[in-house]
């Protein structure tokens, strides 16, 4: 009954099913973005496919639900002591500030991409994505050649991240995580530290990406606010996770996931919005 009242709220255009499939993808894209990084994209992803929305309305309103998740799991980082220094929070702050520029950039690309061009760059970047995790976990970093964030060396890495980042994360609305923590992880920052840096780079993200959504006016608010629900409760439940377990084995699952949505996506499955 009340999942009725909602989709009737939200429009005809969502029928039941897909309203209970969207909140699911949710959850689960929640808990993957505190655990291992990437799993806002599930969402985006889904919107893209599910629902009749333009690159713009899709980009925009799953970086209006990762602001939410990008500050929880902030916190939570915090709590557990991950982000409680000041080594991690010089990188931080230097990564959230240099993904600002990139993020509004790529949201005012995203407004030249069609349906098609958006499913291209979309699934190229997700295999992208799937592809750096196997190599991480495949190979593993020597101790002298792992990072310190807190190195003048480091900071420039962290800068160069953020940039990186920037620009696709405001383009494709997949937050930061999704890229951030495979980049972090393969220069040689712990797991969880990058998890946890990259929950705050999400915020700055997010947040420009956003603000240039809602002047473009193509934000599904409701939609948005909705999806936040399932999303919060993935993402504590991801951090809870992520203390406690070893995740090597989702994140060699998700690795191939992500390589087979984004062939997915590259070969039509998806049908371009109206």
């Known amino acids: 009954m009340v999942l009725t009242l909602i989709a009737s709220f939200l429009g005809s255009s969502i029928s039941l099913g897909t309203l209970i499939f969207l909140l699911f993808i949710a959850l689960i894209g929640g808990i993957c ?18 629902l009749p929305l333009s690159p713009g309305a899709v980009a925009g309103t799953a970086s209006a639900t990762f602001i ?9 980082y915090l709590q557990s002591g991950e982000l409680n220094n000041w080594d991690a929070v010089k990188a931080a702050i230097v990564l959230g500030l240099t ?8 949201s005012e690309v995203n407004k030249l991409m069609d349906g098609s061009a958006f499913a291209l760059v979309l699934g190229g970047f997700v295999i992208f994505i799937g592809c750096i995790i196997l190599y991480r976990q495949y190979n593993t970093l020597a101790q002298e050649k792992r990072l310190n ?17 920037g620009f696709p994360g405001g383009m494709l609305g997949l937050g930061g995580p999704v890229f951030a923590v495979p980049l972090l992880v393969v220069l040689g920052a712990p797991m969880l530290l990058s998890v946890a840096l990259a929950q705050v780079q999400s915020v700055f993200i997010s947040g420009m990406a956003t603000v240039g959504y809602a002047l473009q006016g193509v934000i599904q608010w409701k939609l ?5 629900i399932p999303l919060l409760i993935g993402t504590v439940s991801g951090w809870y996770i992520a203390q406690r377990i070893p995740v090597k084995r989702l ?7 992500l390589v087979g949505l984004g062939f997915y996506l590259i070969l039509g499955g998806a049908p371009p919005p109206s």
């Open 68 to 76: 939410a998740t990008g500050i929880a799991g902030s916190l939570g």
């Open 224 to 228: 948005a606010f909705l999806l936040v």
């Open 149 to 165: 964030i807190g190195s003048l060396k480091g900071l420039i890495w962290m800068g160069i991240v953020g940039l990186l980042v």
């Open 99 to 106: 993904s600002i520029a990139g993020s509004y950039i790529g």
């Open 33 to 50: 973005i505190t655990t291992i990084g990437p799993g806002g994209i599930f969402v985006t992803i889904a919107l893209f496919v599910l």
């Open 251 to 257: 994140k060699v699952a998700l690795a191939f996931v």
